[in-house]
């Protein structure tokens, strides 16, 4: 059984803390990402969560011949936070941008069979058993992106690539 609530968003962000069930399955998301698998019983409907079976039915699986071996991923990567200089403190409040560590994580994106993926989500599939990932194949002159695909024992799941 995987890790729900690592697919979950933070600091009860549009009520995608947690899992929650629906229909046949249980999903997990934290607006980037989203995973189901088979309904656990004992994780409950959350009526203020995304309509993800709404989601699903809307995306186009397509060919699932092609897929792409996810590169390996450099290690996460501090840099000084912008805010506080590295500081830690701004003034006499603790800085809201970096929580008072001083930094914060440097974004790192990866281009999969051209297109760009958020590496925190990518290093999310790498760790599922059995993960295949499908890259969306999409014309980027068209504004509305379609996630890509991925699979992985026991579930599957869709992933935003991101605007570059």
């Not at 409950?44 to 309509?51: F, W």
């Not at 186009?60 to 450099?74: K, Q, R």
Request: hydrophobic content about 35%; charged content about 25%; glycine content about 8%.
């Amino acid at each position: 059984m995987i890790n729900l609530k690592s697919f979950c968003a933070k600091d009860n962000y549009r009520h995608m803390e947690i899992p929650w069930s629906r229909g046949a399955y249980t999903f997990a998301t934290d607006g980037g990402i989203i995973v189901r698998v088979p309904k656990i019983p004992d994780i409950p409907d959350n009526a203020n969560s995304p309509d993800a079976l709404k989601l699903w039915a809307k995306v186009e699986i397509g060919n699932l011949e092609w897929t792409a071996n996810l590169p390996d991923l450099p290690p996460v990567k501090m840099t000084p936070c912008e805010d506080c200089l590295g500081e830690s403190r701004a003034a006499i409040r603790e800085c809201e941008e970096c929580g008072g560590m001083g930094n914060v994580r440097d974004v790192q994106n990866t281009v999969v069979d051209g297109m760009t993926y958020a590496n925190k989500y990518l290093k999310l599939i790498k760790r599922l058993p059995g993960y295949k990932f499908y890259p969306v194949k999409h014309d980027l002159s068209i504004s509305s992106v379609p996630p890509s695909y991925f699979t992985f024992d026991g579930g599957d799941g869709l992933l935003m690539p991101l605007r570059t």
